[in-house]
């Protein structure tokens, strides 16, 4: 059964006729029950409703840590995707490089080769056109030695 502080104050007790208790001393001592007893079920409710205040804080902080958690979960995930993509796309680039270098040098030894070829081709047209002109020079020279 709960007391409240109205039941406490309007409590009645029977005194006795002989040796009983003094109605003003009674009526005192529960005015005092009935005031402690009515600040403690204020302080008992003022409670209730911090708790009730901290427990709604505390669902939302979880809440909020459980948010922040899959966030970071989140960012690292595209910050180990966003560092394997650079990794992949340094290789690569690496490798058209390494491509790239591959067909300037086979392109420059094509040229050298051309070129040597080129150089042969035209020492050998020098001495050709060396050997035709000494013979030709020389066919002039008989040529005048017989007219002399």
Do not use: C, W, Y
Not at 22 to 45: C, G, H, K, Y
Not at 61 to 67: A, D, F, N, W
């Amino acid at each position: 059964m709960n007391i409240t502080p109205l039941d406490i104050q309007q409590q009645q007790f029977k005194g006795k006729m002989l040796g009983g208790l003094d109605p003003n001393d009674v009526d005192a001592f529960l005015q005092i029950v009935a005031s402690e007893m009515e600040s403690l079920i204020r302080e008992n409710s003022e409670l209730k409703e911090q708790a009730r205040r901290t427990a709604l804080q505390v669902d939302e902080l979880s809440q909020r840590e459980v948010s922040l958690r899959e966030t970071m979960l989140a960012a690292q995930k595209i910050t180990e995707e966003m560092k394997a993509n650079a990794q992949r796309e340094a290789k690569l680039l690496v490798s058209e490089a390494e491509l790239k270098g591959e067909r300037i040098v086979a392109d420059a030894e094509n040229r050298l080769v051309q070129l040597n070829n080129q150089i042969h081709e035209i020492r050998r047209q020098k001495l050709q056109f060396e050997s035709n002109l000494k013979a030709l020079i020389e066919t002039h020279l008989k040529m005048l030695t017989l007219e002399e």
